[in-house]
C-alpha cells in the first residue's frame, strides 16, 4: 500500500485515463474492536464499484472484465492489520493503487476520466510530513516521519553503510595520534556522499528535514555546507541504529514545540486578518474563495468534517446520505487551496471554534 505522495506522483494520478478510471473510498480503523467491520465494508464498496461498472452501457465487455480484475488485485493488496484512518484503490485498464491515509475519508465510488485526488492531497497536508536523517561516522539512516510516527526509509540509496577501516595500531602506538573520528577525511567524504544522496531525494520529495547525531557529526555537516546544514539539528546520538519508536520519542519533544509555535502564529494571523478586513470563515465563504484563488493561508481543524450541499449561490448544510451531498467538501477546500499557492495549516480541534472548524486569510 503506498502512503507517500510525492508531486511527481500527484501529477501522474491526476494523468486523464481511458474511461472508465475508478476511485474507491472507504474509511478505516487502526485500533479494535471499530477495524473488524473494515474487511466487511471494504469488500462492499468493491463490490458496489464492479455494480457500477456493470451497469454503464458506456464501457465495453472487456474494459469491464479489465477493471474488475483491476480491482480484485487491488483488494488482495490491501493490508488492514496496518491500516489507518481511511482506504482509497485506483483502478483503470491495466493498472491499479492502493493509498492508506492518515485523515478520515467518505465512503463512495467514483467512475471519471481521472482518479479522485483530493483526498490524498488533505490527507497529506494534515500529515505534516517530515524527513529525519540520523548519522554516525559508518551508517546513516532516512526516516519517514509523520503525524504519529517515524518508519525507516530505505529508498534513494538510503541508508548509507560505511565499512570502517582498522586504524594502525602500531602508528597509534608510536605517535598517539588517533585522528578524530569526525576529522578523519574518510568520515567526512562518508557524510558528504549521503549529504549528496539526500540532495537528490528532497529534490523529488521536498519536505522539512532534521538531523540528528553526536555534536561532532552535526558540525561537521555545517562545515560541508550540503542539504543538511540548513535544517534543524538535533545533537543525540545513536538514532542510526535506533528503532522507529526511539527515533520518534526523541524528536516529539522538539515537534510538539514546533507545533505549538505554528498555532500560535497561525492564531496571531488570523488575528490580524480581522482588523484588516481579510478575515474569512465558514465552509461556505471559504469555498467561494478558495475557487476564486483569493485565500493565502487556510487554518483547519484537525478533525473538522462536514456534510453540504449545493443550494445554488451558496452550500448549505446536509445530512450524510442525503441526495447530491458532499461529504468531503473540507478536503476540496484544502486541495483548492493548495492548487492556488496558499498556505495550509492544521491546528488542533477547539482551536476555531468561533469560525466553525476552519478560517482563512485572504490575500485581497
Known sequence: MENALSPAILSELRRPRPYPAVSVLTPTHRREPENAQDRVRLRNVVAEAKKQLESDPDITRERRADVADQLDRALAEVDLAHSEDGLVIYAAP?????????????ERVVLSDTFLTRNLVSAQAAERSFWVLSVSADHVTLWNGGADRVTEERTGGFPVVRRRQNFDAERMERTGDLPSTFRDEDTRRFLRDADTALGALLRGRPRPLYVTGEQAALS????????TRDAVHLAHGGLSHATPEAVWQAMRPLLDAEARRDAAAVARELDSARGHKTFAAGVDELWQNAREGRVRLLAVEENYRVTVRDGGDHLVPAASG????RDDIVDEIVEQCLETGAQVRFVPDGALVDADGMAGVLRY
Not at 491495466?94 to 467518505?106: D, I, K
Not at 561537521?220 to 542539504?227: A, K, N, S, W, Y
Not at 442525503?322 to 451531498?325: G, H, L, S
Open 220 to 227: 561537521l555537516l555545517d562545515e560541508l555546507g550540503g542539504v
Open 322 to 325: 442525503d441526495p447530491d451531498t
Open 94 to 106: 491495466g493498472e491499479h493503487q492502493v493509498w492508506s491515509l492518515g485523515r478520515a475519508v467518505p
